[in-house]
């Protein structure tokens, strides 16, 4: 048990230190829903916080579905450890038919600094939830019903059924934290800059599989975007993860695009990664919400350690010659599990980023030693039985 400990041990050291470059930009908690009905004008405030010593200008911009109906300033403005409200508008058209609830996204970035070989952006993001009623102008209604007339008498071909909208085509829902990586001299030509989002790309991925629109890629974006950052739990692991996924994917992503024999490798090695992802998803589809994120969490993550870092378990001589306590592994887990039910409802992030992390480094410690442990078992059976 003593490699567990050790686990522990560096993970306490680092989140916190995770958590401080990951912090320099936050936005006060709580959700947002706007009822609203066609033709009306509401107003809401959007808090957002600096953790930096010096002041900062964010970007604000809005996206996704319904992000047409928000109307928020270009810039903002934020001094030192201070917190700023923007006034945001969501306006809906007349001629809106309603009876829909949209959750468009606002960005607030924070840019880096250029002059390095890659730009780190800082972003956060805020889920707006537009809850517009039916439109019930009687003016709307005829217009509706004369379009619903004319368009049964002239039905469409085949051809104009099977064509997607670019609504359809271009959907894409994020939160969180987003980080952006970018080359430095991408600031004078957009069209060679690389976004490294959270809720972006998953640049080692895209470069395996050659593109962002595999379906691979799209399959581990789905489920990171549309399901865990949905979740407080999930976003504030992801804001630790992506803090040091994203100090160093950008270089690793550049070198694999040139080396055939690399992108092969990491290919390979992803599509056991899919297998895991899908029944997280599962869990995750079970339960829904935070705990739900908690379980796929879990499911994840002893899977993971099962699959991909047994090796490094094995190296370790502990691992391989002393007996597992188990009854300490499992009361480890539990504390820190209730570690994270505890940040859930106190609503705390730096709790839940804390607790998150390391709930997913101790599964993955545990079952790496378990598969280690396993496979020495398995291979001191062969050589008693001199197979």
Known sequence: ???????????????PITLIDSAALQEVAGKIEVDIKPGETKTFQWGLISDSDTTTTL??????????????????TLDPHQFAYVQVNATIPNNYPGNVTLTPAMDATEFGQTGGATVINIQVKKFVTLVIASNENPQ???????????ET????????KNIPSAQQQTNSTQKGLTITA????????????????????????????GSELSPQVQFLRGFRDNQILLTESGSSFMNVFNSWYYSFSPYVADYERQQPWLQAIVKTSIYPLLGILTIS????????????????????????????????????KQVRVKKFNYRMAIIITLVIFAAVVGSIFSVNKYALMATTSLFVLTLVSIFSILMAKT?????????????
């Open 1 to 15: 048990m003593k490699i567990i400990w050790f686990f522990v041990i560096v993970v306490l050291i680092l989140v």
């Open 59 to 76: 970007g604000l911009s809005a996206e996704g579905k319904g992000a047409q109906f928000l109307f928020l300033p270009k810039s903002v």
């Open 140 to 150: 709307f209604r005829i217009e509706q019903a004369n379009i619903t007339q004319q």
């Open 153 to 160: 008498q002239a039905q469409p071909s085949e051809v104009q």
């Open 182 to 209: 970018s080359p430095s001299n991408a600031q004078n030509n957009p069209g060679q800059k690389t976004n490294a989002p959270f809720g972006g790309r998953c640049l080692i991925a895209t470069a395996a599989f």
């Open 281 to 316: 998803e599962k869990g995750f589809s079970a339960v829904q919400g935070d705990y739900g994120a908690l379980i796929a969490g879990a499911i994840a993550s002893s899977m993971i350690g099962a699959v991909y870092f047994w090796p490094f378990a094995l190296s370790v």
């Open 375 to 387: 496979l020495v078992k398995v291979k001191n059976y062969f050589v008693k039985k001199h197979l």
